[in-house]
């Protein structure tokens, strides 16, 4: 298994991408029904792993047919499509860890109800999942083995992934709103993502959390996950990973006020670490840097609705209340149910989901 090295890091200024367009490519696919129109779209990662079927990016694009007739013969050039009386918005939908193909009924079906409120639908595979596997691993599976620096990537390019999608999105249809919603991983990496992309007009968070601690030890993921960031710091050499995370998050507190107090607009990281000494002297582990509790006060939390589970096995009571404070106390939602992308299927969830994004 290829995995990514210190060594081998190109510089680069987190969250940040070359917004030029480059090639992509759209390829009309069938039909959901008659309203809805599908489409295949695949472009070049922002960000090179250097695993070629990674990085590739694949979505899957539920445009209302109401908005694409106009310049279904110029999908690649048009910025003309203002049809008046009918939505121009897009959401965006961000999966879960080790999401899987058997899964994307339950996606893809949210996002046809979402299209019946005339809001198109956008499904973006993350890194190392899905069409992005490389060979001989599962969707997601590279994950369970990643430390600080390798998950730090992984969100890093996630996140200029979406921002790529969006300059595309934005140079075909023109849409006036984009909106994101992201469950579980995705809801962590849609924080993120919204807080660095102010096009991101509203977000909706489904069943996540924040504080990686939390989410690390704290939750069903401590079996799942068994990635070692410490294993070469002799400071925590007779320590087990629960004790060095317990240790090394004490001192989170400390980066985030330090974070906010800067405002840091270009983080850059290299194979050095981080550039900025005073970032870099309270930047214990790179996890803090993909944490979604660091981004989320950037974030105006009228335009954000959390939906979450009080019987969450991944992300506990305390890892959602510090993201909902974090963000300044949004409109937030409890379920009865578990974690599972069955809330997507909820009438509730739904008809919340709807409200929300039509300012109702």
Known sequence: M???????????????????????????????????????????????????????????????????????????????????????????????????????????????????NNISGVFLNLPFHLNRTPEGDKSGGRLINFDDLDTLLFFHQSVVDIKKLIDILKENWNFNNVYICGISLGC????????????????????????????????????????????????YKNKTRRQACREIYACFPEFLEKFKEKEHKEIKIDSEGLSDSDLKEVTTRMC??????????????QNVLMINSKYDFFFNKKSVNQLWEELGYPEIYWLNNSHTTSILADKKVLAKISDFLSGS
């Open 2 to 116: 290829q995995k990514i090295k210190p060594e081998k890091i190109k510089p680069i200024y987190l969250y940040q991408h070359d917004s030029e367009i480059t090639d992509y490519n759209l390829i009309e696919s069938k039909n959901m029904d008659d309203s809805i129109r599908e489409y295949t779209l695949t472009y070049d990662s922002p960000y090179s792993t250097g695993v070629k079927i990674n990085d590739r990016v694949h979505a899957q694009l539920f445009l209302n047919k109401n908005m694409t007739e106009r310049n279904a013969g110029n999908l690649n050039n048009s910025n003309d499509c203002n049809n008046k009386g009918k939505s121009n918005d897009i959401l965006i939908l961000i999966h879960g860890f080790l999401t899987s193909e058997v899964k994307l009924k339950r996606y893809y079906s949210f996002i046809k109800k979402i299209n019946s």
């Open 188 to 235: 962590m990496i849609s924080v993120i993502a919204m807080a660095n992309d102010n096009r991101i007009n509203k977000g909706v968070f489904l069943i996540g959390g924040g504080n990686w601690e939390e989410v690390h030890w704290r939750g069903i993921s401590r079996l799942t996950l068994k990635g070692n960031c410490i294993y070469k710091d002799k400071k």
């Open 288 to 301: 803090f840097l993909c944490d979604p509790l660091t981004f989320a006060h950037k974030i105006d939390p």
